[in-house]
């Protein structure tokens, strides 16, 4: 009788009653189900995750096809195994449109309880630059926004995707920087 005592006692307070009603027998599996999956949530929700920021945005070189403008991404991983780095994938925008985009697929993994740089090439055709021609005005340089999507596959959870942006001004290469 105690056991039964206690079972039932277990199931009225999974369904939050305080009185002892009768218990809908036929919705139990799906409401035991629901309580879980939030409870499963909310723990995973506390868990630490990995955290990043662009560092830096920043000019590398001028070639036949574009101009190659190299961002800087520090990702700090509190786990202390190394976690896999599915892909990174980036957006380059500028006057309100899309200028470049494109994927780095499988750049390594982050090292174990500690911050990895990463490095993400973004290549912007040269034609695109002359269609920026009013936004580069006197002072030789584009205003820009730089998204970048860091995937990553976390043990239990799966692939969990850090968004990051930024924001700047960066100068046009020069003459003189074509033949550096």
Known sequence: MLAFFTIFTFFSLLNN???HTPINHTNLPMELLDKAKNYVAEKIGEMPKPTAS?????FKRVSRESVEYLSKVNVSNPYSTSIPICEITYSFKS?????????VPDPGSLKASDTTL???LVKVPH???ISLAKDIGADW???YQLDIGLIIDLPVIGNFTIPLCQKGEI???TVSDMFV
């Open 171 to 173: 100068k046009l290469p």
């Open 54 to 58: 662009i560092t830096d945005v920043d």
């Open 141 to 143: 340089d584009i205003d």
């Open 17 to 19: 009653q305080r009185d």
């Open 127 to 129: 034609s695109i630059i």
């Open 95 to 103: 006057a309100a449109r899309e200028i470049a985009s494109g994927t």
């Open 118 to 120: 990463l490095e993400v």
